[in-house]
């Protein structure tokens, strides 16, 4: 479902845009706008029963309209650029918006960050056990291993590839199916991987391995209060060998973004790109957060405007999507101006 009606009012640019505007020309910096639809006075989006999906190549909105926020009749449907209606009833108006189509409503605006979906059910990586109480994994006819423990493993949408984390007594691991593997103290947590699947990235706590944990008890008090602090900070690493940190409190998160394969964290307002700063922001979403595919340039969004990294802004967007066209980044951007126009922006950088 839909939260509101900003998101639903930048479906209607996007569908517009691409099915009458195509693609306008651009002038190096500054963005081209197109009033794509203009809701009618007293016109209302219902927002339950419509659905947005907004990417760098496709539009997927269907819209049910209303004249007023109480739900009732007369109904509109607004469908590959079409607005169609009226409608008395509001089954009608679904049956309208949605034959013939494969997703059904309530689709929502997704979040920038990278979250991959599941691998083919043949292309799971298995967590199994081996001789001498050891775990391996395996991945497609492959076997990773053994280790005391395996700790997680995870493959990619496409099942070309898996990742995992293990530990022995005296150190821990993160490993790539394709043969790729660093070692470390500490206790690995999460995995992360780039769109692409060919970057990983894992966050450690601490620096003790289990061996050393299972001795903690035998630590005078002040050793053992530093040991545990020590336990408490966190580190990167990065499946080609790279390592980060320590971080304290101050650490935020780490990511790949949708439109990028390379590999973020935030410490405090420091945002950094591939181990290197690369900006602060006091105000930061990841989740509103989309660098070039090149590395280049970000756009970052923010309630009141969105802001590119030449410090360059513009009304608050809607929704925002960044790709690459003809060898430049492409952000395209939807905004809700005058509370009635729907408005279409796209820049290269």
Request: hydrophobic share 35%.
């Amino acid at each position: 479902m839909i939260k509101n009606n900003h998101l639903l009012n930048c479906a209607l640019v996007v569908v517009g845009v691409l099915a009458c505007a195509g693609h306008p020309a651009f002038a190096q910096g500054n963005p081209t706008t197109t009033t794509i639809y203009t809701l009618d006075p007293g016109e209302k989006i219902l927002n339950a029963e419509s659905t947005i999906a907004f990417s760098a190549d496709e539009a997927d909105v269907v819209l049910i309209l209303a004249k007023n926020e109480e739900q009732n009749p007369p109904y509109f449907v607004f469908r590959e650029g079409k607005k169609t209606g009226p409608y008395t009833k509001l089954g009608d108006a679904l049956r309208a918006a949605y034959e013939g189509r494969e997703n059904t409503q309530g689709k929502q605006h997704e979040c920038a960050v990278y979250d991959p979906g599941e691998p083919p059910d043949a292309a799971r990586p298995v967590m199994d056990s081996a001789p001498g109480n050891k775990q391996i994994v395996r991945f497609k006819e492959k076997t990773f291993g053994p280790y005391l423990m395996i700790i997680g493993a995870q493959g990619t949408p496409d099942g070309a590839t898996a990742y995992y984390t293990a530990s022995d007594n005296d150190k821990a691991w993160f490993g790539c199916s394709d043969g790729r593997v660093v070692s470390f103290g500490g206790i690995p947590t999460e995995i992360k991987f780039s769109p692409d699947g060919k970057n990983g990235a894992v966050m450690v706590e601490g620096k003790l391995t289990l061996a050393q944990m299972n001795n903690l008890a035998k630590l005078p008090p002040e050793k053992l209060a530093a040991a545990m602090s020590d336990q408490e900070k966190k580190f990167l690493y990065t499946i080609d060998g790279r390592s980060f940190g320590p971080f304290g409190s101050s650490f935020q998160a780490f990511w790949y973004a949708k439109s990028s394969n390379d590999f973020f964290y935030r410490v405090g307002d420091d945002v950094f790109r591939n181990g290197v700063l690369w900006f602060k922001s006091g105000t930061f979403d990841r989740c509103q957060f989309y660098p070039s595919p090149d590395g280049k340039s970000y756009a970052l969004s923010t309630y009141e405007k969105i802001i590119f990294s030449d410090g360059k802004s513009f009304p608050s967007p809607l929704d925002v999507a960044a790709f690459q066209r003809a060898g430049k980044t492409i952000y395209r951007w939807l905004t809700l101006e005058n509370d009635r126009e729907i408005v279409l922006y796209e820049r290269a950088m």
